[in-house]
């Protein structure tokens, strides 16, 4: 029966993974067709991806608690730490856009791997059960995958460098943004799991079949936008 069991929410679990293919697809689609587009196309793509994901998230506060005062500040902390990084990411140059982006996907799809492969201790299984240290890992490994050869492929070729190999402090420097990345996209994760067991709901929304709502695909986003805009502001 145990094995029955298994089966079956497995087989549920699976069930849904061509309109997930299908909805990741058409995300893809007009994320790179907005970012091809240009101005003032891609503004208004981000825009709308800031309008939605608010909209989820005052929802979700108002669902969470019926204190009034802490719904106002709730609502108020979300659209400064969601309008602040939908800002930042409209003014980014386009290679900072694709090195955030594939930042994310990176620490998103490590972290997956590594934790379904290698399972093990939760980080705070109250929070998001799903959450694992090999997974934290994996984001690690990931971030830091994509960071080298972003860096290696982007930065270096508008900086006119033809340098193939890192020195060790560009490598320490390197896994350090990277786990700083995972970090933090992992933390954005967190943030939304306890808002959502606060307000009792699987999903933000169901607005993305297959996926949940637009804050499902956001909420490690937006922390990795600010940490971003906060170096490259530090930079200057």
């Known amino acids: ?101 594939g930042a994310v996907i990176f620490v998103d799809s490590f972290a997956y791997l590594f934790g379904r492969t290698l399972g093990g201790p939760k980080i705070a299984p109250a929070i998001s059960p799903s959450k694992t240290w090999a997974g934290l890992l994996g984001g690690i490994v990931g971030a830091t995958v994509w960071i080298a050869g972003w860096i290696y492929v982007v930065a270096r070729s508008v900086a006119g460098e033809t340098t193939m190999f890192f020195d060790l402090s560009e490598a320490g420097q390197i896994l350090g943004l990277g786990a700083a990345v ?17 307000a009792g709901v699987k999903d933000s929304s169901r607005l993305i079949p297959g996926h949940g709502g637009v804050f499902d695909r956001t909420d490690g986003m937006i922390p990795v936008v600010l940490l971003a805009g906060i170096l490259l502001g530090a930079a200057r």
């Open 1 to 101: 029966m145990d094995a029955e069991n298994g089966a079956g929410v497995a087989a549920r679990k699976n069930a849904d993974l061509p309109v997930r293919i299908v909805s990741a697809l058409v995300m893809i689609a007009l994320s790179v067709g907005a970012l091809v587009a240009g101005e003032p196309w891609f503004g208004w793509f981000v825009l709308a991806v800031v309008l939605a994901t608010l909209v989820e998230f005052v929802l979700l506060v108002v669902k969470a608690t019926p204190n009034i005062s802490y719904r106002l500040a709730g609502i108020l902390a979300g659209t400064i730490y969601i309008g602040v990084a939908g800002y930042m990411l409209s003014r980014f140059p386009l290679p900072i856009v694709v090195g955030v982006i």
């Open 182 to 198: 995972a970090v933090v996209a992992q933390a954005g994760d967190f943030l939304q799991s306890w808002l959502k067991r606060k």
